[in-house]
């Protein structure tokens, strides 16, 4: 397993550079005149009928593509992926700024996304075409059937507007203060982790507040894919002739579920919630925007509405880097899971 893994973190530079070349080129044929957006900070700078000719030349957006990739790939081996517009700083360090919050959205969804999911199509597999199977079956298609700005809106009206309990955004305004004060010091840029460091339990509780709408919505809608794919996973194991040796030779049902059942059940799950994890962590462009919380999903999404092409490829980098792990980390689990799987 080992040289297995080694040999495809060395083939992880590769994987990078060819996403890069392939967003590169097709950037590129935009054209030069749409490039110059990417570089200039303030539309004064073309107010002279020369001036986008001479910025052209100025940044070598006029060169061939090759050249123009050769020179952005040296900058990025330099640790410079450009400027943001859109972040209005490094595309380094608008994404440093951003992605934690997509971060910690993630983390505090995971566990309710993923082990709940999992749980929940356990549960109606192995009580098929019961009362409870066909709730949860039901529970399933309503959140496959929901649009997510539909559920985050319905959600934010009930427990916001009518209750007032778990407001939208990242911060009350009087923490927000709090963040900006000399007192305070950010370690590891995770809202609700920092709070506890610095030994603001208030703060880390408004935080939470905030957080709760969000992972509720990620939650619902994502347990109705998962959930469906245990069960479907579930069910298929069941018929196997070994589990019912298992259940003739008078083996108690739930070591039946739990030894035999559960954990072949689980490889074609560990995939999908494999990609659930990653697309957690991509960022949720349209729960970012409900909710009005600063991540990576709405920085991107922003940076492609604004042609913003320098943040759009340093996002594409970013995230094919967190794919490529992020499948490695799946394919590993499946040995876990199942000893008789071998990686080569």
Known sequence: ????????????????IGVTLIIFSMIWTLGPERLLASYVKSPEALKTPDAAERLIKKYGLDQPMPVMYGKWLLNVLKGDLGYSLVGKAPVAKAIAERFPYTLELALYAFI?????????GITSAVHQNKFIDQFIRVFALIGWSLPDFV???LLLWIFYAVLGWFPPGMFSTKFELVLRSPEWHTITHLPTIDALL??????FVDALKHL?????TISYLWWAYLLRITRSSMLEVLRKDYIRTARAKGVPEKVVINKHAKRNALIPVVTVAGGTVIGLLSGTVIVEAVFSRTGMGRFLATAATQLDYWSIIGGALFYSFILVLGNLIVDVSYAIIDPRIRLH
């Not at 309710?112 to 929940?120: E, G, K």
């Not at 610095?198 to 703060?203: E, I, L, T, W």
């Not at 709760?212 to 509720?216: D, E, G, H, S, Y």
């Open 1 to 16: 397993m080992t040289a297995y893994i080694i040999r495809r973190l060395l083939l992880l530079p590769l994987i990078l």
């Open 198 to 203: 610095n030994g603001r339990f208030d703060v």
């Open 112 to 120: 309710p996304v993923v082990f709940v999911a999992i749980w929940l």
């Open 212 to 216: 709760v709408l969000p992972v509720m």
């Open 151 to 153: 559920f985050g809106l």
